[in-house]
């Protein structure tokens, strides 16, 4: 089975940075392509941004684009969202999922979720 566990939330103040972690393990993961998500209170369930099996592609929802940066150590099983010029509106609770697409896109399926980890960005 496949296990996520993110990391590295917080507080920080607008246009800060912070940098989540998602732990990975089980069989075949480092065969698995990744994303990040987020959910504001209130709001739907929000894509942020997805990286293929190998790190080799990338791509971002448009209101993070050129902020935010997803990358993956394969032999640390660890995938990593760095958010640069944070803004209140990033406040949510951000979540790593792993999709069998080996480049996943906004619309792919994603079959494995973590619990999230709170990130809040005060103005």
């Known amino acids: 089975q496949v296990q996520l566990v993110e990391s590295g939330g917080g507080l920080v103040t607008a246009g800060g940075s912070l940098r989540l972690s998602c732990a990975t393990s089980?069989?075949?993961?480092?065969?698995?392509?990744m994303g990040w998500f987020r959910q504001a209170p209130g709001k739907a369930r929000e894509f942020v941004a997805a990286i293929s099996w190998n790190g080799d592609s990338t791509n971002y929802a448009g209101s993070v684009k050129g902020r935010f940066i997803i990358s993956r150590d394969n032999a640390k099983k660890t995938v990593f969202l760095v958010m640069n010029s944070l803004k209140p509106e990033d406040t949510a609770v951000y979540y790593c999922?792993?999709?069998?697409?080996?480049?996943?896109?906004?619309?792919?399926?994603?079959?494995?979720w973590g619990q999230g980890t709170q990130v809040t960005v005060s103005s």
């Open positions: 089980g069989v075949g993961v480092d065969t698995l392509g």
């Open positions: 999922a792993a999709s069998r697409w080996l480049s996943p896109v906004s619309f792919s399926p994603f079959n494995y």
